[in-house]
Nanobody, 119 residues
């Protein structure tokens, strides 16, 4: 079983910055890809950014140039640096961790952290 915990959300004015963290703990052989997703009220959960264990990254067009995803494999931790925040970035941000155990890869999700950007 893998526990995934996000932190770092909050209320910020437009143009401000926040840094989200996601920590994975528990029993696993290794962690593969990790990703950030977000869900605004009444909308579907959308991809924000992903990062492989080798550090290859992928971003949604809406956050390119403003958000940076990174990870510390030694700490099983992933980060999302969010700059130049806009009101449209307001959402609950979720962390997805793909971990490897004796039965193969499985995805685990955190409970989410709220990000609110005021205009």
């Amino acid at each position: 079983q893998v526990r995934v915990v996000e932190s770092g959300g909050g209320l910020v004015e437009a143009g401000g910055s926040l840094r989200l963290s996601c920590v994975a703990s528990g029993s696993f052989l290794s962690i593969g890809a990790m990703g950030w997703y977000r869900q605004a009220p009444g909308k579907q959960r959308d991809l924000v950014a992903t990062i492989t264990s080798a550090g290859n990254t992928n971003y949604a067009d809406s956050v390119k140039g403003r958000f940076t995803i990174s990870r510390d494999n030694a700490k099983n931790t992933m980060y999302l640096q969010m700059n130049s925040l806009k009101p449209d970035d307001t959402a609950v941000y979720f962390c997805d961790v793909r971990s490897l155990d004796a039965f193969g890869y499985r995805d685990y999700w955190g409970q989410g952290t709220q990000v609110t950007v005021s205009s």
